[in-house]
């Protein structure tokens, strides 16, 4: 009986692809291997013959190990576009939408301590990040991938202020001309935590309503 693991496991092979994934891997071609062996064999070939032509059958094993990876990297990329760009862009997109309609409306903000709360705005952010949320789940993402899409507004307004503040407080003062520290927490807490948690909840109710839904099937 040849040995086929041994055979594979030796001309595959590290491949840059999950542990997991490159054991199904070389159980395929394991399996594929044995198969073609056994079909020559019943045909009559000698056990060498049946052996060298399985063997060339097989082909460049470097060209495998290539198409393997590079297969592996083009799903990685299409998992990542599914799960987090594209409900990403429409969090983002629904909570600028909805900020507009606010301010389309006129509705005047909160400001205690010269935090800004567009109530109505606030209210809605749950709802958006379960939308998000949901089209994550539904592209069977990581959790850390669900938490980042439907909590994207908030994180993309943060990842501004990271850039732009520093810059002004530290290099051109004339970006943001007499701008205080307090006015920055304010801030903070209007456009970053406040819709981070508000977002955050969307997606943990949504959440729930998944895992009830799975139970109640």
């Excluded at 495998?64 to 998992?79: E, F, I, P, W, Y």
């Excluded at 994550?136 to 732009?164: C, D, H, K, M, Q």
């Excluded at 530290?170 to 508000?198: C, E, N």
Aim: net charge positive; with cysteine.
């Amino acid at each position: 009986m040849r040995d086929w693991r041994g055979y594979v496991e030796e001309r595959l092979g590290s491949l840059r692809i999950a542990h997991g994934e490159a054991e199904d891997v070389a159980a395929e071609l394991i399996e594929h291997l044995e198969e073609c062996y056994s079909v020559l064999c019943s045909k009559g070939l000698p056990e060498k013959e049946a052996y060298a032509q399985t063997c060339a059958r097989a082909g460049s094993w470097k060209e495998l190990r290539r198409r393997v990876n590079s297969a592996k990297r083009a799903g990685t990329m299409t998992d990542r576009v599914k799960q987090i760009w594209i409900p990403s862009l429409v969090t983002l997109l629904a909570s600028f939408i909805g900020m507009a309609v606010v301010l389309r409306a006129g509705i005047e903000p909160i400001q205690p301590r010269g935090v800004i709360l567009y109530l109505p705005w606030l209210l809605a952010l749950p709802l958006i990040g379960a939308a998000g949320a949901y089209l994550s789940r539904r592209a069977e993402a990581s959790r850390w991938r669900v938490y980042f899409a439907g909590a994207f507004p908030a994180l993309a307004i943060a990842a501004i202020f990271l850039v732009t503040f520093p810059f002004a407080f530290f290099v051109d003062s004339r970006v943001v001309p007499g701008f205080q520290f307090s006015a920055l927490a304010a801030m903070t807490v209007s456009w970053v935590i406040l819709p981070l948690i508000a977002l955050c909840t969307g997606v943990a109710l949504e959440g729930v309503r998944k895992t009830r839904a799975a139970t109640e099937t």
